[in-house]
C-alpha cells in the first residue's frame, strides 16, 4: 500500500524510449536525406569515379584540377558577376516598388503586389523556355519591345552572342526576382514606427534623410537577409541558363557557365562525381564564406 502511495506521489513512471519513438521519424529522414549524402559526398570529393561504382583515392587532386581550371574560373566569373547584379540592380528596384505600394492609397495595390510578384510563381524551367522565344532576333517581344522604344537591338541574337548571353540572364532575373524581393522589404517597410517618421517630417528632414536615418535602420534586418539570400541564391543559379539554352551546353563560350552547371558537366556529363563532389565543397565554403562577411560588412550582429 504505502509502496503504492509513494508511487503516486513521485508521479508516473518515465520511459525514456517514447520521446525516441517520437523522434525516430525525423532523425532517420535526416540520416538518410542529410547525414549520409553529406558524408558519402565528404568521400567522393577524395575520389575519382568512372560511374557510381568505380572510385579510386586521389587525395586533393580533384581540388588541384579545380583551381587550375579555366573553365571553374570562368564559371566563378559568370556567376559572382551574377551575383553582384542581382545586389547593385535587383534589390535597388525591389526596395523602391515596395516604397511606392508602401505609400500608396489606390485600392489597385493589393493587385498590383500580386502582378510584380507572380512572375516568381513560375517555375526557372518554364521561365526559360519562354524567354528563348521573347529574346528570338526579328520576331521576339523583348527585341521588337526594344527597336520600338530605343530603335536598337531588333537583330540582336541575345542567346548567341556570348557578350549579351549574361545580360539576358540578368535581366530575366529581374522580371523573377524583383517581386519575390520587393514583399520582404513591404512587410519591413509596413513595420517601421510611423510615429518616428512624422517626428523626423515635423523636425525638417526631407524624404531622403527621413529614409536615410528613420526607414534604413529599422528595415536593416530585412535588407541583411535579402541580401544574403540573393547572394546564396545566385551562386545556386542552375536550372534557369540550362533551359534557356535548351540543355544543350551552357552558351556560345560558355557564357552562361555557371558553378552549379560546371558541377553538372563533370558529374552528369563527364560522370567523375567524385569531381562534382569537390566542386559541391569549394561552392558551399565559398557561400559560407561570402555570407560571413556580409554579415560582418553590415554589422548584423551589433546590438543597437
Keep these: 500500500m ?54 579510386i583515392f586521389v587525395g586533393f587532386d580533384n581540388f588541384k584540377f579545380i583551381f587550375t581550371d579555366s573553365m571553374f574560373w570562368k564559371a566563378m566569373s ?16 525591389s526596395l523602391g516598388l ?41 520576331y521576339g517581344l523583348f527585341n521588337k519591345g526594344l527597336d520600338a522604344l530605343i530603335g536598337w537591338g531588333l537583330e540582336k541574337q541575345w542567346l ?24 520582404y522589404f513591404l512587410a519591413g517597410l509596413q513595420s517601421v514606427d510611423k510615429q518616428l517618421v512624422e517626428a523626423a517630417q515635423i523636425d525638417g528632414a526631407n524624404g531622403w534623410q ?6 534604413l535602420p529599422q528595415i536593416k534586418p530585412i535588407a541583411i537577409f535579402v541580401v544574403i539570400m540573393s547572394t546564396i541564391g545566385s551562386y545556386q543559379l542552375f536550372e534557369l541558363p540550362f533551359a534557356l539554352m535548351k540543355g544543350e551546353g551552357f552558351g556560345p563560350n560558355n557564357a552562361a557557365m555557371t558553378v552549379v552547371g560546371y ?28 555570407s560571413i562577411f ?3 560588412v553590415t554589422h548584423a550582429y551589433d546590438v543597437d
Design 2 to 55: 504505502s509502496a503504492n502511495i509513494q508511487k503516486k506521489k513521485g508521479g508516473p513512471d518515465r520511459h525514456p524510449v517514447a520521446p525516441w519513438m517520437f523522434l525516430a521519424p525525423y532523425l532517420l529522414y535526416a540520416a538518410v536525406f542529410f547525414v549520409y549524402p553529406l558524408l558519402y559526398a565528404g568521400w567522393l570529393a577524395f575520389h575519382q569515379t568512372d560511374g557510381p561504382h568505380t572510385a
Design 78 to 93: 559568370n556567376t559572382t558577376i551574377y551575383a553582384i547584379a542581382s545586389i547593385c540592380i535587383q534589390l535597388p528596384i
Design 98 to 138: 515596395a516604397m511606392l505600394l508602401n505609400n500608396s492609397n489606390s485600392r489597385m495595390k493589393g493587385a498590383f503586389r500580386l502582378m510584380i510578384f507572380s512572375p516568381n510563381l513560375v517555375g526557372q524551367i518554364f521561365v526559360g523556355v519562354m524567354f528563348a522565344v521573347i529574346f528570338t532576333p526579328h
Design 160 to 183: 548567341a552572342d556570348p557578350n549579351l548571353l549574361l545580360p539576358a540572364l540578368i535581366i530575366i532575373s529581374l522580371w523573377m526576382y524583383v517581386g519575390y524581393n520587393m514583399i
Design 210 to 215: 527621413t529614409f536615410l536615418h528613420i526607414t
Design 263 to 290: 558541377l553538372y558537366e563533370w558529374g552528369f556529363n563527364n560522370g567523375d562525381l567524385g569531381t562534382a563532389a569537390a566542386i559541391g565543397w569549394i561552392l558551399a565554403a565559398i557561400i559560407f564564406v561570402i
Design 294 to 296: 556580409q554579415l560582418k
